[in-house]
């Protein structure tokens, strides 16, 4: 294996809208029901990309449960050490997406999926691949980063937003650290002296410190101390749903390809830009040749990618 996530999955029904008129009937326009998660979405793009991936948690049995570990399949990703509880009721989420404006508003349903333990998981599964791919910061994910170090796989992490008190605790067992710029200014505030910051967190262990910044693109600071700068691209935006998570498979992609830190932020960063043409999370995740000819030429083949946009607005349920 090349990438092990740890964490669950869920599903996503995606409804894109002129306009959202709370009071009124509003037309609903294209919609899409699709895999999602943090961890769920990131090990799809890899997969997609061409990385044996694997991913190790806990999912319910639920009819949405069963269409997440389906989605995950279909894109190559082996869920055959998913922990699957039984009668429990799995996450769902509702995502508006306002043409109008361009943001979201996303109604989300907490499931009773109990999380995975760490010793309910196979640990030598766990450190089979060359990446272990973690989003949170608890007693599961510190024990599976300590396992990690132990073994001599990398281990890398996607801090989107959440204040966990633990992430430094789980910081100095880290090798790629990716940070949202929600994170970044809950930690920082508005202080936005992203070179000083990234160096700060790189001391505490991660050889790879990179921050997000939507349509600022990234900065980050590579294993060698060189501090840098991407911009993003310029595409037609139809959803920034899981752009995040789509950016955090792609980069390990790009590491596993012995790219630099700073050449790895640029394809993730197209990747993630071809994933926002299209509705939702999933549909427009493109293949490596897909990403290189877009990085070669700024065109995006779309064959493949809208056969999946069909057939993620087919479904029903």
Request: aromatic share 8%.
């Amino acid at each position: 294996m090349d990438i092990i996530g740890v964490g669950g999955a869920n599903m996503d029904l995606l409804v894109q809208m002129d306009e959202i008129n709370l009071g009124f009937k509003t037309p609903m326009g294209d919609f899409s029901l699709q895999g999602g998660g943090l961890i769920a979405s990131a090990m799809a793009a890899a997969a997609r990309l061409g990385a044996k991936v694997g991913m190790a948690g806990a999912i319910g049995d639920s009819t949405f449960g069963k269409m997440a570990m389906e989605d995950l399949a279909m894109d190559g990703v082996d869920t055959s050490h998913m922990i699957v509880r039984k009668g429990a009721r799995d996450a769902f989420g509702i995502i508006l997406a306002e043409k109008k404006t361009m943001e979201r508003t996303i109604l989300g349903r907490q499931g009773t999926v109990e999380p995975a333990k760490f010793e309910e998981l196979d640990h030598d599964y766990l450190v089979s691949g060359k990446f272990m791919f973690l989003s949170t910061a608890d007693e599961l994910t510190i024990s599976c980063a300590k396992l990690a170090h132990e073994h001599g796989v990398k281990v890398g992490y996607d801090a989107d937003g959440r204040a966990d008190p633990e992430i430094f605790d789980l910081i100095p067992y880290l090798d790629v650290f990716i940070a949202s710029e929600v994170w970044y200014h809950n930690h920082y505030g508005t202080e936005e002296n992203f070179e000083k910051h990234v160096r700060e967190i790189q001391a505490m262990g991660p050889e790879i410190v990179v921050v997000t910044l939507g349509v600022r693109g990234c900065v980050g600071v590579d294993k060698d101390g060189k501090f840098f700068q991407v911009p993003s691209f310029r595409v037609p935006v139809i959803d920034t749903t899981g752009a995040g998570d789509i950016f955090h498979g792609a980069f390990l992609v790009g590491l596993l390809q012995g790219w630099s830190a700073e050449q790895t932020a640029r394809f993730s960063s197209a990747v993630s830009a071809i994933k926002c043409t299209r509705l939702g999370g999933r549909a427009a995740l493109p293949k490596m040749e897909t990403v290189l000819k877009f990085l070669e030429t700024g065109e995006i083949e779309y064959g493949d990618i809208d056969e999946r946009v069909e057939l993620f607005r087919s479904r029903s349920f």
